[in-house]
């Protein structure tokens, strides 16, 4: 009897065992699969922009508490590798990053402990570029349709230069051989070109883009009409899949792209109508669609008219600092572009790709003098065709450089002054002129 009860006991101590293996078999088989290895935030002045770097397409549910404010994500299936203390250091919507208990041993509970109670926008993104699978998350001041950042001090009769500095944040834009990221060069010359506009007495800067986040494309526009924007400067630096391309080249909105935002704007007029400039609101009133329609082409054709006109300036400025890719105006469909009420170029400083433009780019000196034509094409245009009401347009002259074919009397009539007049302004003793001589144009003339 003795011997079969310990037959007994070790049988049922083996199985005891056995059990036991298989489930601590079955708990390591349920271990994470995917991971979380990299959180990065980007505190922007409406709003923060939070993402998370994973090793595969995010399974993740998300939800919002109350008293007090935060923000909870569970990720299935998922680790976290990330150090979580310091994230929130530098920004003034998230207190602390922290876990909690999450359902399953194999996922991750994160929780974002806010300030207040925000409007949340949250996304995957497939992997691009050299960012592999992750999810967004942006944080929305509830207050940003009425907020204008980096609003200037704006004097009566001063033009209002929007200066938007391509890419930022998480989107690096083009990337150099040696690493030199797009955005960081961007934001640099768009300062310097804005210290340069608000030192021009009758001009004044505005950034879009005043440090390192991102702005949605649609967005970028809508902040350039509050902040009251005459014109739209957008800078950014080329690149290709090899380093051979080099070059300058300033791009404006197709036909059929600012023709098709019209159409769109057209048939919502009751609310786009203050898109459309100063016949807005004849366009929002009347019953007359051809009357609409004929006001909205106008501002339309204004707002091209002016875009190639500052172009053409902009390219003959840079001509002379760098090389150029093209030498005319390009047509492109870019959407920092697309507004027909708003004037605007996109400047491309030079190929990032390209190992010495990449090196050029990078060099203080090369920037100030990119940011310097940029600001002298853009004054030029607006000495010669000023907006009216402003200082520009009050100022006692403007600058003519003569070009062949050109003389006395035919300036004189081009601008409807008499030749005495001329004659007398610019101190000539006769009614010969030479090629590339500067005169003086009366503008009470």
């Not at 929780?111 to 944080?139: H, W």
């Not at 003959?316 to 760098?322: E, F, H, N, P």
């Amino acid at each position: 009897m003795r011997l079969l009860s310990l037959l007994f006991t070790g049988m049922l101590w083996l199985t005891m065992v056995v059990a036991s293996l298989t489930v601590n078999s079955v708990v390591a088989g349920n271990t994470a699969t995917n991971s979380i290895d990299g959180i990065r935030v980007w505190p922007a002045p409406e709003n923060t922009r939070i993402v998370f770097d994973l090793k595969h397409k995010p399974d993740y549910k998300y939800f919002s508490l109350r008293k007090p404010n935060r923000l909870v994500i569970d990720f299935r299936n998922t680790r976290n590798n990330v150090a979580l203390k310091n994230l929130a250091r530098h920004d003034p919507r998230i207190k602390l990053f922290r876990t909690s208990n999450a359902k399953s041993n194999s996922s991750t509970r994160l929780v974002l402990e806010l300030t207040k109670s925000y409007q949340l926008s949250v996304f995957p993104l497939a992997p691009a570029g050299q960012y592999g699978n992750r999810l967004v998350i942006d944080l929305y001041d509830k207050n940003r349709a009425t907020k204008v950042a980096s609003k200037p001090k704006v004097s009566l009769g001063d033009i209002i230069i929007g200066i938007d500095a391509g890419h930022g944040g998480e989107d690096p834009g083009s990337i150099g051989a040696k690493g030199t990221y797009e955005k960081r060069v961007t934001l640099a010359i768009a300062k310097k070109l804005q210290t340069l506009i608000n030192k021009e007495k009758g001009m004044k800067a505005v950034m879009i883009r005043s440090g390192d986040y991102y702005v949605d494309l649609n967005r970028r526009t809508s902040l350039a009409r509050q902040k009251h924007v005459d014109f739209l400067v957008s800078i950014h630096a080329d690149a290709f899949r090899t380093s051979g391309p080099s070059g300058a080249s300033v791009w404006v909105v197709t036909q059929k792209r600012a023709e098709s935002e019209l159409a769109r704007w057209l048939l919502k007029r009751e609310k786009k109508s203050e898109l459309l400039g100063g016949g807005g609101g004849v366009i929002k009133n009347t019953s007359d669609s051809h009357l609409a329609l004929a006001l909205a082409d106008m501002s339309k054709e204004h707002s091209l008219g002016v875009s190639f006109g500052v172009a053409n300036k902009v390219i003959s400025q840079l001509r002379k600092v760098t090389k150029l890719h093209k030498k005319t105006p390009q047509n492109g469909n870019f959407a920092v572009l697309k507004s027909s009420d708003i004037p605007s170029i996109l400047v491309e400083t030079g190929f990032i790709s390209n190992h010495r433009e990449e090196k050029n780019l990078t060099w203080s000196k090369h920037q100030q003098l990119l940011a310097s034509a940029i600001h002298r094409g853009i004054r030029n245009h607006f000495m010669e065709h000023p907006l009216t009401g402003s200082y520009f347009a009050a100022i006692g002259y403007k600058s003519h450089k003569v070009r062949s074919g050109e003389s006395l009397s035919v300036l004189a009539q081009r601008y409807n002054i008499s030749m005495a007049t001329l004659k007398s302004v610019n101190n000539l003793k006769s009614n010969a002129l030479r090629i590339g001589q500067t005169l003086k144009i009366p503008r009470a003339g």
